[in-house]
């Protein structure tokens, strides 16, 4: 079948009071633009009449319903819906009102117009707003939460779930997404590489029918999701700052372990046992922490090598201030810079040691390939209209 112009996807769970307003809005929206349309309900087994209610609606309006019985998740279930659409836009939005269908159009031309990747229907920006019982506490979680995402974007409503981009943008990247929780929006901006994102100002309205979803829980989860995506954007600048931090505490317990082991051995001894037990708590503060993407690679393997790194490093670190103290004249006034000099060539030299021969046998892994094709398995395509 030929490509359709746009992709509504609605991921919902427990939502069949809001779907009979949604759907007729919708396709009057789209219908009124001028706009060929598709509306994809991916639900997660709510078993609550969603399979009988849009088997009705599928009559008179073009609703497709997915229903996954093998997984559950907003952002799971975005991706199984952009996995079988077939418009050459995408957009996904909230099935309970609080996004106004009415905006569809409108972030679709954004979109169609050529000068922008990414659409947002946003809360902040001129002509926004939300309601005004939304509570301060609400409106404080969503700013901070914003806040938060800055470095990795600079849109005014990065936590939106009102927003599209073309299916070819998807397409690209699909072997990178690997999301937590809700902000689904957030990882494709960032991981389908989009600058030029544009916002359309929506009033965000309270839902009108049912609970809302936010929990701890998921507060939580976006945590763990923002870090997953600084890892993506900044992953080389973390792994050093990592490898830094676990160097730094590898100091501290050389210091430490060096002062216990003078009260049992001769110096030169207590060094050599203070140096060991430094290089073994560093090998594994990195192993579980800056590289952990590789701690189940085999342990010794890892260990010896890194051993061999840390002497490397060391060697170069020797090498670096002996040969600058001996070539440069104002090393006898600043014995410093040698010395600074050496600690940075070696921390550098083993830092790219780590990286790609100790802990670069297992190349980070995203699980975006099992999310966006879990749905497949055991859920069940219903009501093509």
């Given at each position: 079948m030929p490509p359709l112009q746009l992709s509504i996807i609605v991921p919902t769970f427990r939502e069949v009071e809001n779907l009979p307003v949604l759907i007729p809005r919708l396709d009057?929206?789209?219908t009124q633009a001028g706009i060929a349309c598709e509306i994809l309900v991916i639900d997660d087994n709510s078993r609550d009449g969603t399979e009988e209610l849009c088997q009705r609606l599928s009559q008179q309006h073009?609703?497709?319903?997915?229903?996954?019985?093998?997984?559950?998740?907003?952002?799971?279930?975005?991706?199984?819906?952009?996995?079988?659409?077939r418009g050459e836009v995408l957009i996904v939005m909230d099935a309970d009102l609080?996004?106004?269908?009415?905006?569809?159009?409108?972030?679709?031309?954004?979109?169609?117009?050529?000068?922008?990747?990414?659409?947002?229907?946003?809360?902040?920006v001129k002509g926004g707003g939300t309601s005004d019982d939304w509570g301060w506490?609400?409106?404080?979680?969503?700013?901070?939460?914003?806040?938060?995402?800055?470095?990795?974007?600079?849109?005014?409503?990065?936590?939106?779930?009102?927003?599209?981009?073309?299916?070819?943008?998807?397409?690209?990247?699909?072997?990178?997404?690997d999301p937590i929780g809700y902000k689904i929006g957030l990882e494709l901006l960032v991981k389908c590489g989009c600058r030029q994102p544009t916002e359309v100002p929506i009033f965000f309205a309270d839902r009108l029918h049912g609970e809302s979803k936010l929990s701890l829980k998921e507060q939580l989860n976006y945590l763990r999701h923002l870090h997953r995506l600084y890892e993506f954007r900044y992953r080389e600048l973390l792994y050093f700052t990592k490898f830094a931090a676990v160097g730094a505490s590898g100091m501290l317990v050389d210091l430490g372990c060096f002062l216990a082991a003078l009260s049992l051995f001769p110096p030169a001894v207590a060094r050599g046992v203070a140096i060991w037990v430094a290089m073994t708590w560093n090998f594994g503060g990195n192993r579980m922490l800056t590289f952990r993407h590789a701690r189940h690679d085999d342990f010794w393997t890892q260990y010896v090598q890194y051993c061999l790194s840390c002497l490397l490093g060391a060697a170069v670190n020797w090498g670096a201030s002996v040969g600058i103290w001996n070539t440069w004249p104002g090393s006898q006034s600043m014995p410093w810079v040698p010395a600074l000099a050496g600690v940075i060539a070696g921390t550098g030299f083993n830092y790219v040691l780590c990286r790609k021969w100790v802990f670069g046998g297992n190349k980070p892994q995203s699980t975006d390939a099992k999310s966006d094709t879990s749905s497949k398995p055991r859920s069940q395509m219903l009501n093509a209209a």
């Open positions: 009057a929206a789209t073009p609703v497709k319903l997915l229903v996954r019985t093998d997984e559950r998740g907003l952002s799971s279930a975005v991706l199984a819906g952009m996995k079988i659409a609080s996004h106004p269908p009415e905006k569809v159009p409108e972030l679709y031309a954004a979109l169609q117009s050529g000068t922008h990747d990414f659409v947002i229907g946003s809360r902040y506490f609400r409106w404080l979680n969503s700013k901070v939460a914003t806040l938060l995402a800055w470095p990795l974007t600079s849109v005014s409503d990065p936590m939106a779930g009102f927003f599209g981009l073309t299916r070819q943008a998807y397409l690209e990247h699909v072997g990178t997404f």
